[in-house]
């Protein structure tokens, strides 16, 4: 039996950014999730490690799988490194943020993502040159916030229930002109369907060409941990982390940010596997 | 459906402690909700021992897997009841097979990895009336099961032998789990495994019901 041809083609890509000291690229899809049959870029997914500066709250399953060098944040950054990350996500409270970002930098010559409050955010990004990095925003008004002190660093636009287009034109005409769209976290749940399908349909759009859908789009899998009762062995936790970062990311995510060292092994290698590296 | 397998080289013992301990993770996680009884032995008693033993335990989808349609034929008289999966038909035996799942009213998997050569089987099986199809492409790899689970979900669009549910034979462990899971994302696949371990089955049941 002669099969018809089921490849797509599409009439737009989305878009690339370049984090860091320019040489790492995010985004840059032209199909679906790796799907060769549409002529996929054979990129996969980066992955960003959780960096925190208190281990106040910080689970012990996941703080066990480190070494114990999640007791020195620069020391713990530079864990992520040696473990194959792409990038370091920082969750900041102290006052001395800028500089231990900028230490970060140097020491591990990774793309860095700063998560905190919005002072502490503005901090960083004007004290911060010489590596672009990601703003990672909480909520639409954190977003905006930023937007006009980016000082060329990524804004993240946490959409919510928003719509990430409007979001995004309306964060750029503040002065951000480089975003990710952010369109809720990964935890394995009701909500995953949904977030699959606000993914899948925002990368549909871009590439169909809808003005505002082209921006890469960054998952937090890290909330995967937080429904865990303190006796969850790593191994089961990781492999919630990693399938929900599987499911993130084939539903078109360019960036993923996880918790756990093993979760985030396995997720590149799914990534390299799915995108034929 | 997500079945776990019982090889019938298994001795009844470690058989019947094998399938307790699937009935106790399909009650508390929902995987598996099915059995697949495999003729690792190449031959008929024991296939038929073990299906009449996982018959009187398991109350589930059950499912069989034999590519010899002498020995299928007789084994699954004594399950033909519940309406067993068979797992087996090819190129080389559907005309035998077909056969098997209309007398018995099977719901019969044909297997083969030519795309086109396997929707000739399907249609064959189809214009001698055997209604209750599954296709399984034969997938290897997660790369492999996200390309061709996408090609036949859009294939269903314009070729109704396209339509029938999609089989995933994988094998054990972590790797096993990964393609049951991108199985699971792209299409809504009927999932054999070799075996998985607990967390790996409560993963799935957790996944199932995230995204089904």
């Known amino acids: 039996m002669r099969l018809p041809r089921t490849s797509r083609s599409y009439t737009s890509e989305a878009e690339e950014l370049i984090v860091g000291k320019g040489d790492y690229i995010i985004g840059g899809a032209r199909s679906p999730a790796f799907l060769d049959l549409d002529n996929a870029r054979h990129r996969r997914p980066v992955i960003y490690g959780e960096v925190w500066d208190t281990l106040d709250g910080y689970p012990d399953a996941a703080a066990s799988m480190f070494s114990g060098r999640q007791t020195d944040v620069e020391e713990w950054a530079v864990m992520w490194k040696e473990l194959g990350a792409d990038g370091v996500c920082l969750r900041l409270t102290g006052k001395d943020s800028p500089e231990l970002v900028k230490r970060i930098s140097e020491r591990t010559r990774l793309p860095i993502m700063v998560s905190g409050a919005t002072e502490v955010l503005k901090d960083v990004a004007g004290y911060v040159d010489g590596t672009v990095l990601i703003v990672q925003c909480k909520g639409i008004a954190q977003s905006l916030d930023l937007a006009d002190c980016a000082n060329g660093h990524v804004i993240t636009v946490d959409c919510g229930s928003g719509t990430p287009a409007e979001l995004c034109q309306e964060i750029q005409s503040k002065g951000a002109s480089k975003v990710i769209v952010d369109l809720g976290p990964g935890i394995m749940g009701p909500s995953l369907r949904g977030l699959r399908e606000r993914i899948s349909g925002y990368r549909l759009d871009g590439l169909n060409g809808v003005s505002g859908s082209q921006h890469p789009v960054l998952c937090d899998v890290t909330p995967s941990w937080d429904g865990y009762k303190p006796d969850v062995t790593p191994r089961r936790a990781s492999m919630h982390e990693a399938t929900v970062a599987l499911a993130a990311m084939m539903a078109g995510a360019d960036m993923l940010v996880m918790k756990g060292p093993g979760a985030a092994d396995m997720a590149r290698v799914y990534g390299e596997e799915l995108a034929d590296l | ?212």
Not at chain 2, 37 to 63: A, C, E, H, Q, Y
Not at chain 2, 70 to 90: D, H, K, Q, S, T
Not at chain 2, 126 to 144: G, T, W
Not at chain 2, 165 to 185: D, F, H, K, N, Q
Request: hydrophobic fraction near 45%; charged fraction near 25%; aromatic fraction near 4%.
């Open chain 2, 1 to 212: 459906m997500i079945a776990l397998t019982v090889s019938d080289m298994m001795d009844a013992d470690a058989a019947c402690m094998r399938i307790a301990e699937l009935i106790r993770r399909g009650r508390t996680l929902g995987v598996p909700d099915a059995v697949c009884i495999r003729n690792d032995s190449f031959t008929l008693d024991p296939f038929r021992d073990m299906i009449i033993l996982v018959k009187s335990l398991w109350t589930g989808d059950i499912v069989l897997e034999s590519d010899d349609p002498g020995i299928m034929a007789e084994a699954v008289i004594p399950v033909m009841e519940r309406v067993p999966l068979i797992v087996g038909a090819n190129s080389g035996n559907l005309d035998h097979f077909i056969m098997i799942a209309r007398t018995f009213g099977c719901r019969m998997c044909v297997s083969e990895s030519d795309p086109e050569l396997l929707f000739d089987l399907i249609q064959r099986a189809e214009s001698e009336d055997v209604k209750d199809l599954a296709i399984d492409p034969m997938m290897r790899n997660m790369k492999q099961c996200l390309e061709v689970c996408t090609d036949i979900r859009r294939l269903s669009a314009s070729l109704p032998e396209a339509g029938h549910p999609l089989v995933v034979r994988t094998w054990s462990g972590e790797y096993a789990m990964s393609m049951a899971t991108v199985s699971m994302l792209v299409t809504d696949a009927i999932i054999i495994t070799d075996d998985l371990d607990y967390d790996c089955c409560e993963v799935l049941g957790e996944l199932s019901e995230s995204v089904r």
